[in-house]
């Protein structure tokens, strides 16, 4: 009888070992669903990031593939996540309208964090930094920015971007003034401008700026630089939640050295 006994409490104890460990199972499963859960995108499974494909090294085509460090940044966070990065290369100063109507999850394109952009979108932290050069002729006779914010110049920048919204404001605020702005839809387009002498300079992140320079005879860049700031992802305001995981997805990226080796890919620390 005791034996049985023993049989019966050693049952017991087993199934309810069991249903401990099928409960700790089921809750481990419920956790992932709900951390998985904690934040949505645009399509199940995907982080569509709207870009525009034309500002090198950050991104631009290689064939018919877009590459860069905006790219590659973005596709370790998608890792991260658990979701497949979708690229769409769009007019830049369409990104935002397009985050802020969820069109788009993320808005990435060596965009930097403004108030003005802040009324609209969310912005992760900063992930990379950018500096703001000018590019002249060879032979300008504009040597700094205070030549050029003083004189009649007209000035060439792509459309919507900061060197946009910088050189659109007045010259007490540091700007030229929109009597004197010449808009483009890509960079390049402002660069072929400058060469045909249509304008007198063009203002654009230091990186394309080199690009530009080494692809395109007799221009410079001005040593002194027009303005330095840092670059973040547009995120809808709404979505605070996928705003948190790419920032604790950026950080470990961070922390794990990621994100300086692709920068240092496509920009090497000058020795």
Excluded: W
Excluded at 41 to 58: C, D, Q, R, W
Excluded at 241 to 247: Q, R, V
């Amino acid at each position: 009888m005791k034996t049985l006994k023993r049989i019966a409490a050693g049952i017991l104890s087993a199934a309810l070992l069991l249903g401990m460990t099928s409960c700790a199972a089921k809750q481990t499963e419920a956790s992932a669903e709900a951390d998985t859960a904690a934040f949505t995108t645009v399509e199940s499974g995907k982080l569509i990031m709207a870009t525009n494909a034309f500002f090198p090294p950050y991104e631009y085509y290689e064939g018919e593939k877009i590459v860069g460090i905006d790219v590659e940044i973005a596709t370790a966070v998608a890792q991260k996540l658990g979701l497949e990065l979708v690229i769409e290369d769009v007019e830049f100063d369409s990104i935002i309208a397009g985050v802020q109507s969820g069109k788009y999850d993320i808005g990435c394109a060596g965009m930097t964090v403004t108030e003005d952009r802040l009324k609209s979108v969310n912005f992760s932290t900063p992930y990379a930094t950018g500096i703001q050069s000018i590019i002249v002729a060879a032979d300008s006779e504009i040597t700094d920015i205070d030549m050029l914010l003083a004189g009649d110049y007209k000035v060439g920048v792509q459309s919507g971007t900061t060197g946009d919204i910088y050189m659109s404001s007045s010259v007490e605020d540091g700007g030229v003034g929109e009597e004197r702005i010449e808009r483009f839809a890509k960079g390049n387009d402002a660069v072929i401008a400058l060469t045909s002498g249509k304008i007198d300079a063009v203002v654009i992140d230091n990186e394309p700026a080199k690009a530009f320079v080494a692809a395109n005879a007799g221009l410079k860049i001005l040593e002194t630089p027009y303005t330095v700031e840092d670059y973040a992802m547009a995120i809808n305001k709404d979505n605070v939640a996928l705003k948190d995981a790419i920032n604790q997805a950026l950080k470990e990226l961070t922390d794990d050295g990621t994100i300086a080796a692709i920068v240092n890919k496509y920009i090497p620390a000058e020795g």
